[in-house]
């Protein structure tokens, strides 16, 4: 399962790093899931599985949809692509699960699908904005002691280490001996949401969302700051 860009670290696969791994996987019989819903949302040179790796095509299966690029999180609109044989034992699963796409999100999706110049300055625009909000939101972080967070490539997390927070006392005195207790104690004490790390097998972590205003994220990072120094 490979998942470029990620949730939740932010982290793209260069295309050299994909040759690689197709190189390993090259002798096995690994079908590969390629997760590629943040493809749009890229602040590096964002490298496709079967653009580095065409003879993939018979056993990888690419799953996307329009929540991320085309903002349309909700509509629940998403596709996978893959093998015939693959998709046609899917159908016989999903058909038992859910019957297809609400009318409503399939027209919309039909005008995020829909190649147009302005559509693609959108997108681009937004992406823009992404990446303002990523720095803007390292910076904070960066101010932090305690606080370690690498720079991600893509989406719109961030997932810092804060295990240098654990296990001392916190603003009011708390001592929080994980991130599953550090994720409570902001929501009680500073009022901001952030998903453990522990969420992702990931302890000493927290996932953290820039997708909102500019505002807002100098807010709540003053509110981090604040709770846990």
Known sequence: MLNSPSN??????SAEEMAALIEVLRASEAIVFTDEIYDAITYVPYARLLRVAPDFADRTLVFNGAAKAYAMTGWRFGYVAGPQPI????????SHSSTHTSSIAQYAALAAYTPSPELDATVQSMVA???????????FLAEIPGVECSVP?????????VSGLLNRPLRNGTVCANTDELTM??????HIAVISGESFGTPGYLRISYATSEPEIVEGMQRFAAAVR
């Open 185 to 190: 104690y902001l929501l009680e004490q500073a």
């Open 129 to 139: 904005a992404f990446a303002k909000r990523r720095d803007l939101i390292l910076e």
């Open 8 to 13: 939740p670290t932010g982290a793209v696969y």
């Open 87 to 94: 998709i046609e034992a899917i159908k016989s699963i999903q």
């Open 153 to 161: 490539d893509g989406a719109f997390y961030v997932f810092p280490n």
